[in-house]
Structure formats: structure tokens, C-alpha cells
């Protein structure tokens, strides 16, 4: 085919997870019903943690600003799917493509971050009980907030940048349900070379570091916990932390997988279930884990149900 300028492309084709015309309403209803789950449960972490004075802490803010991003990422791709499922169409536009690669590095970038972020809060509430206030107090905690969208900012925009140089044949199909970087890279006609040395370099930077990042907090806390007499102090202070540990294993676990079977594997089938996994598995069960195992979160919530069914 002959090579034309992506921005003369008028669209570029999302395969998404089946051709069935059969599965199409499956699948759509499926997809519809976790995306409003996600979007609700989040929305009620958001709406405890704000009403709820005994949450006004520094991991509560994260907490919500982690529940927020999980409402942004999930939006970023599930809306777009269901309108291609319910229109039995795989279109979507340059400007849709490069807007969707955008928001999609960004929010997952700022997952990342925020769990190394409170990973950290972990690491001086446990360690540093007696300073932990003076520590995490609201000015670092927005300045850490505040840095993490700083960095995510400008490696998505560099990125977008680098990718209006590319070329693509017309009619360019994408295996997948939304763009994921390393497969829009491996369609172009065009040298990626320089698209490729930064994406390792943001994936490095991005996902290498914060995981970097946790594991030494963890290891520190862990440290810690060793050095503790006593049994029920030692169970206090690690189950302030299960939560937080599922969310990461899950959220990196499934990030890997969507990476290693992007760049590494050919099977669009093993990627678009990793992406599934990544993209909407990963920000329904957030809510869930937060809740059923947050004593905290579970009597804010509470509360905060008994004044909405007392409201007239």
C-alpha cells in the first residue's frame, strides 16, 4: 500500500475483541455494566473521603485522587467501544487516535505514580509513626500530587509530538479496542526508531521507577514490622497495608501483561484479554478492595448512604 501522512488520514480501524455479530450485544451489555460500576464505585470513594472528616488525612487524599484518575482512565477507552459496538462500527478518527494514546499514557502514568506515592505514606506511617503528620502534611501531599501530573503531562505530550511524524497506510487496522502504543508503532510505514527509544525510556522512567520505589518502601516496612514485639501491633500496622498491595499487584501485574503481549507476543487475542484486565478490571475492583477491606472507608460509606436515604 502506499504511504500517506497520518494527517491525511481520515481514520484508522479498531478491530476490538470480536467479529461476532452475535456477541456484539454481550458484549456491549457487559462492558456497559462494568464501566458504570466502575465509575460508581469510584465516585463514592471520592464522595466519602470529602464528606467524611475522619478521612481528611494524607492517605485518604490519595486515595480519592487515585479513584478520580481510575474514573478518567476507564473513560478514556470504554465509551469509545461501546458507540463502535452499539454503531457496528471500527472507526475512529486521527484526532480521536491521538487524543486516546494522550489520555491513556497520562492516566496510566498516574496510577503508577500515585502508588508509589502511597506506598511512601505507607512507608512513614508505619516507620515514622510519631512525624507522620509533620511529614505528610497537605503541603507535600499536593506538591507530590501536583509533580506526578507535572512529569505525566509533558512524557504523554512529548509522545503525541512524536507520533504526528509518522506514516501510515490508509485504512490502518488495529488488533486491539483502543490504541495501545507499542501496537500503534509496530503499523507505522515510517522509521520509529526515536518513537520507540522514548517509549522504553518512558516505560522505564514511568513504571521501572515507581515499582523501584514501592518495593523499597515495602522493604522498609517490612524491616520494621520484624523489629516489632509485639503480635497485634505487627498485624495493625500490615493490614494498613493489604489494600494497598492488592491494588498494585493487580494494576502492575496486568500492565506487564498488556506490555509483554503488545511487544512481545502476536496473538491479538492474549492482548486484548490483558488489556480487559488492565483497562477496566483493574479500576472496578479498586472501589472494592478499598471498601471491604478499609474499616474506615467502609463507615464512611455508610454514613454517607444514611444521610442520602434520609434526605426527602
Known amino acids: 500500500m502506499e504511504a500517506e501522512n497520518l494527517t491525511e488520514l481520515s481514520k484508522f480501524l479498531l478491530l476490538g475483541l470480536s467479529d461476532d ?18 465509575v460508581l464505585g469510584n465516585l463514592l470513594i471520592i464522595l466519602a473521603v470529602s464528606s467524611d472528616s475522619h478521612l481528611h488525612t494524607a492517605m485518604y487524599f490519595f486515595l480519592s485522587n487515585l479513584s478520580f484518575v481510575d474514573i478518567c482512565f476507564i473513560s478514556t477507552t470504554v465509551p469509545k467501544m ?14 480521536g487516535c491521538l487524543t486516546q494514546v494522550y489520555f491513556l499514557m497520562m492516566f496510566a502514568g498516574l496510577d503508577t505514580f500515585l502508588l508509589a506515592v502511597m506506598a511512601y505514606d505507607r512507608f512513614v506511617a508505619i516507620c515514622y509513626p510519631l512525624q507522620y503528620t509533620v511529614i505528610m502534611n497537605p503541603c507535600l501531599c499536593g506538591l507530590l500530587v501536583l509533580a506526578s501530573w507535572f512529569v505525566i ?47 522504553y525510556v518512558a516505560t522505564a522512567l514511568l513504571g521501572v521507577f515507581p515499582v523501584a520505589g514501592i518495593l523499597f518502601s515495602y522493604s522498609r516496612i517490612v524491616s520494621s514490622l520484624m523489629r516489632m514485639s509485639s503480635p497485634e501491633g505487627k498485624y495493625k500496622a500490615f493490614s494498613t497495608c493489604g489494600s494497598h498491595l492488592c491494588v498494585v499487584s493487580l494494576f502492575n501485574g496486568t500492565g506487564l501483561g498488556v506490555y509483554l503481549s503488545s511487544a512481545v507476543t502476536r496473538s491479538s487475542q492474549s492482548s486484548s484479554t490483558a488489556s480487559v484486565m488492565y483497562a477496566m478490571v483493574t479500576p472496578m475492583l479498586n472501589p472494592f478492595i478499598y471498601s471491604l477491606r478499609n474499616k474506615d472507608v ?10 442520602a436515604d434520609s434526605c426527602p
Not at 458507540?83 to 486521527?94: E, F, G, P, T
Not at 467502609?298 to 444521610?307: H, W
Open 21 to 38: 455479530p452475535e456477541l456484539q450485544p454481550v458484549l456491549f451489555g457487559l462492558f456497559l455494566s462494568m464501566y458504570l460500576v466502575t
Open 82 to 95: 461501546l458507540v463502535n459496538i452499539q454503531a457496528r462500527s471500527k472507526d475512529i478518527s486521527y484526532m
Open 153 to 199: 503531562f509533558w512524557f504523554s505530550l512529548v509522545h503525541i509530538l512524536l507520533m504526528k511524524r509518522l506514516t501510515f497506510s490508509t485504512g490502518t487496522e488495529i488488533p486491539h479496542f483502543f490504541y495501545v502504543p507499542a501496537r500503534v508503532l509496530k503499523v507505522a510505514r515510517s522509521n520509529t526508531l526515536l518513537n520507540n527509544i522514548v517509549l
Open 298 to 307: 467502609k463507615g464512611a460509606l455508610e454514613r454517607l448512604l444514611s444521610r
